[in-house]
């Protein structure tokens, strides 16, 4: 049996204001692992990006050195 039938069983024997307080938390659930799989996918496409962007960079000469700042910290 499947944990989707063993909790429609359980449901089917609930009060239907109770089954709407399931439905609410599963909803709920949802939206939650929706929003958590969202920011996973905007951090990946970050990482790509900034990757990306970045990529080649390490085998250009540097133009500046500390002689060429105006102020230092």
Do not use: C
């Not at 958590?36 to 905007?42: A, G, H, K, L, N």
Request: aromatic content about 10%; proline content about 3%.
């Amino acid at each position: 049996m499947t944990i989707a039938e063993q909790i429609f069983q359980h449901l089917a024997v609930l009060p239907e204001k109770e089954q709407r307080e399931v439905l609410d938390f599963v909803e709920f659930l949802e939206n939650r692992y929706r929003q958590q799989s969202q920011r996973s996918e905007d951090k990946n496409w970050s990482t790509f990006s900034l990757e990306s962007a970045m990529q080649g960079l390490e085998n250009d000469p540097i133009e500046y050195t500390a002689a060429d700042l105006k102020e230092t910290f």
